[in-house]
């Protein structure tokens, strides 16, 4: 695996994971994506996934459409509501 910069990667057959030296697969995955401070959701998109840790890795072409998308996050019409947890007050 060749890296180009942090989850952007050329991915060849046999490619291990550098964090727990698993075995990357090609998916199709709901990606959350960091970018300037901010996150998004992007369905379908396709990565390299780690089946030991979930690690995920972008082809080079991926991680620049996933930047457009980002960029343009006022033109996303659709969003994902999910329940926040305070880890130090969750259970008391």
């Not at 901010?38 to 379908?44: A, L, P, R």
């Not at 030991?52 to 459409?65: L, M, N, S």
Request: charged share 35%; with cysteine; net charge positive.
């Amino acid at each position: 695996m060749q890296k180009k910069d942090k989850n952007v990667v050329k991915v060849t057959a046999g490619d291990r994971c550098e964090f727990c030296n698993g075995k990357i697969e090609h998916r199709v995955i709901r990606a959350r994506f960091h970018f300037k401070g901010q996150t998004i959701y992007v369905d379908k998109v396709p990565a390299w996934v780690c089946t030991g840790c979930r690690e995920q890795y972008f082809d080079a072409a991926v991680y620049k459409r996933l930047e457009e998308i980002a960029r343009h996050r006022g033109r996303i019409k659709k969003s994902v509501r999910f329940p926040l947890a305070e880890y130090g007050t969750a259970l008391r």
